[in-house]
T-cell receptor
Framework: GESVGLHLPTLSVQEGDNSIINCAYS??????FIWYKQESGKGPQFIID?????DKRQGQRVTVLLNKTVKHLSLQIAATQPGDSAVYFC????????????FGGGTRVLVKP | GAGVSQSPSNKVTEKGKDVELRCDPI?????LYWYRQSLGQGLEFLIY????????KSGLPSDRFSAERTGGSVSTLTIQRTQQEDSAVYLC?????????????FGQGTRLTVV
């Protein structure tokens, strides 16, 4: 069935380095792709989204890249900090599905001092 | 309140008992979600309410699970005859449902333990 999934379950990153979190998706009809961050003991929190007609969007220290040819989404975090340690989920939404958010499996990012 | 509120924060119940989990969404948000998350796992979609539309119940794992949303605001997730495999954190989220609102606000969750 349609799904949004992740390549790597755990990513260890040295503090100060850049992090890249990857996500594969299967539904070409998605209107938006979104990244969420979940810290331990908390609910997920919105980071950034990208419309399907774009290929890049930048936020504060984060950049999302969308490659529709290979159905691949990535989140890049610049100068990774200890506070970036969390689980990151990609998600997609479609207007035709009432904007329901469908989440991928998550990647745990561990920042090493 | 300022955010999504869920209650109780923790619930321990005996196998076979019924439980009710409550979600108070952000005022004015028309969309409301329930997700389930097992320890160290991803978000399992359960049900989605959007305005006055019929809810999307496609994620409910069995007929022991049901949810309602009264007056377009508060939602209750009910699990009947709980089983040990129902143990998880149940997360509620709401969103403002603008043209393509992608930012859902999550509550802290209810940790359900079935013993």
């Amino acid at each position: 069935g349609e799904s949004v999934g992740l390549h790597l379950p755990t990513l260890s990153v040295q503090e100060g380095d850049n992090s890249i979190i990857n996500c594969a998706y299967s539904n070409s009809a998605s209107d938006y792709f979104i990244w969420y961050k979940q810290e331990s003991g908390k609910g997920p929190q919105f980071i950034i989204d990208i419309r399907s007609n774009m290929d890049k969007r930048q936020g504060q220290r984060v950049t999302v890249l969308l490659n529709k040819t290979v159905k691949h989404l990535s989140l890049q975090i610049a100068a990774t900090q200890p506070g970036d340690s969390a689980v990151y989920f990609c998600a997609e939404s479609r207007w035709a599905a009432g904007n329901k958010l469908t989440f991928g499996g998550g990647t745990r990012v561990l920042v090493k001092p | 309140g300022a955010g999504v509120s869920q209650s109780p924060s923790n619930k321990v119940t005996e196998k076979g008992k019924d439980v009710e989990l409550r979600c108070d969404p952000i005022s004015g948000h028309t969309a409301l979600y329930w997700y389930r998350q097992s320890l160290g796992q991803g978000l399992e979609f359960l049900i989605y309410f959007q305005g006055n539309s019929a809810p999307d119940k496609s994620g409910l794992p069995s007929d022991r699970f049901s949810a309602e949303r009264t007056g377009g605001s508060v939602s209750t997730l009910t699990i009947q005859r709980t089983q040990q495999e129902d143990s998880a954190v149940y997360l509620c989220a709401s969103s403002g449902q603008t043209a393509m609102n992608t930012e859902a606000f999550f509550g802290q969750g209810t940790r359900l333990t079935v013993v």
